[in-house]
């Protein structure tokens, strides 16, 4: 057999995953990633141990694969704007690694909107001053003394810390990243897909501390022996950041197809195409401009539009882990489902500000509408629409910006929910479709991986492998539609009360 190995390393756990030409799952091996949360808004995981859990899954599954079988090559793929600060020389980590999630550069992002950098930062990297992205960490980490110790500083995304370290780290490892992770730094000049001079400056960022850019698909040098003996020789021939490794995976090849994840947050992408050279789509008001994938010597450059709401999944492992509501995630909608409505009770999920299309750093995580009656039910429910009322606020600031999906393919976790594709559908007036693997984001990074290791001749052939459930249709009856149309507009109420705003109760079952 021929398999195609994928890294997913993901915010909540490292993953490696085997698949075969079918591109389909034949192995896995997973290990759980926790975060820590030393003050509010502040969210922290050990870099180290990102690399550790990446190794000990690679060996799993290359330890568990038939003499006979051929490991072709290996993609990876990660969470995104998540930043390390290391030493080149040795590999010792100035600090933790600051998560995607946060949120502790808002004062620094604050200042540099006053200031009226906002639109230049807007223009060249398709981004906005938030939190969110990692020069801001950057900065913050050169400000309060981790670098200051470190020999030949590095300041990585996580692909870039494991390529570096499973090609041989201290002892000649690739110091690489590329552009689908490389643009959700707010270094990146989308035009050029260089670091942009502007940008580094602007964040106080030494261009000798980032890595060298490549494109998403080619060489990034091979496994060293010394790191994953099993895998010896094996070649890294693609990354790709999380979210637009879905993108690929869902075979959304066609401008204006979008996909929705619903993972440890909800990221909605459409595939806004391929520019001529030097030149990049146009923004949208809300959305963030991103590059999808530079196929290289594979194919043109695609670009993304994106939307991001920064919890999803983790609002469940929320309602599992601190409050007690459930046992287990599986539980969730099954609870949902013994009430028929929310019982006028609303869920924010806003733990670390809001993303997409409203942009507040501030925006805390609400719940509003209780009254005695209200059950554990209720909030299941209310949580739930919470979650697909996120991605409606993203797919009608599409439209508005003139990119009009025709059908969500909707991948991760949460997305084995029914009721959730059911809900989206009515709320987003849009067909939802599952894919038939939630894998998504592993299955990208191995099929642009096994692209250009000759497993598959073209996107073509990918996504004529592309398998998806029959769409999901919400109830199309105008008396359903109105009802959640009511619902959504006493969740926007809501927003507003998250974010600090004055806003009118919104009490009352939709």
Known sequence: MEIVLALDAGTSAVRTLAFDRRARVVDAASRDLPASFPHPGEVEQDGALIASLAVATLREVAGRRDPGDRVRALGITNQRETTIAFDRATGRPGGPALVWQ???????????????????????????????????????????????????????????????????????????????????????????????????????????????????????????????????????????????????????????????????????????????????????????????????????????????????????????????????????????????????????????????????????????????????????RALIEGLAFQVRAMTDAFAAGGVVPREIRADGGAAAMDLLLEYQSTASRLPVRRSRSLEATARGAATLAGLVAGVWDSTHELAELWEGDAPVVGDPTASDAAAVQRAYEVWCRAVDRASGAPAEDPGGPP
């Open 102 to 380: 946060d949120r502790r550069t808002a004062p620094l992002c604050e200042a540099l909107e006053a200031h009226g950098h906002g639109p230049a930062v807007r223009a060249t990297t398709g981004l906005v001053l938030d939190p969110y992205f990692s020069a801001g960490k950057m900065r913050w980490m050169a400000d309060h003394g981790w670098l200051d110790s470190l020999t030949t500083p590095g300041l990585a995304t996580v692909d870039a810390w494991l390529v570096w370290w499973l090609t041989g780290g201290p002892a000649g490892g690739t110091w690489a990243t590329e552009p689908s992770n490389a643009s959700r730094t707010a270094l990146l000049d989308l035009a050029t897909r260089q670091w942009s001079p502007a940008m580094t400056d602007l964040f106080g960022v030494h261009r000798a501390a980032l890595p060298d850019l490549r494109p998403s698909a080619g060489s990034f040098g091979t496994v060293s022996a010394s790191v994953v003996p099993e895998l010896a020789g094996v070649e890294i021939t693609a990354v790709l950041g999380d979210q637009q490794a879905a993108l690929f995976g869902q075979a959304c090849f066609e401008v204006g197809t979008v996909k929705a994840t619903y993972g440890t947050g909800s990221f909605v992408l459409a595939n806004a195409g391929p520019t001529t050279a030097g030149e990049r789509p146009a923004d949208v008001d809300g959305l963030l401009t991103t590059v999808a994938w530079d196929l290289g010597d594979w194919g043109p450059v695609t670009y993304a539009l994106e939307g991001s709401a920064f919890v999803a999944g983790a609002a469940v492992q929320w309602l599992r882990d601190d409050l007690g509501l459930i046992d287990a995630a599986d539980q969730l909608e099954p609870l949902a489902r013994a009430v028929s409505d929310n019982g006028g009770a609303c869920v924010v999920p806003a733990f670390t500000g809001l993303g997409s299309p409203f942009w507040r750093a501030g925006a805390r995580g609400t719940i509003t509408g209780l009254s005695r009656g209200t059950s554990r039910g209720h909030l299941a």
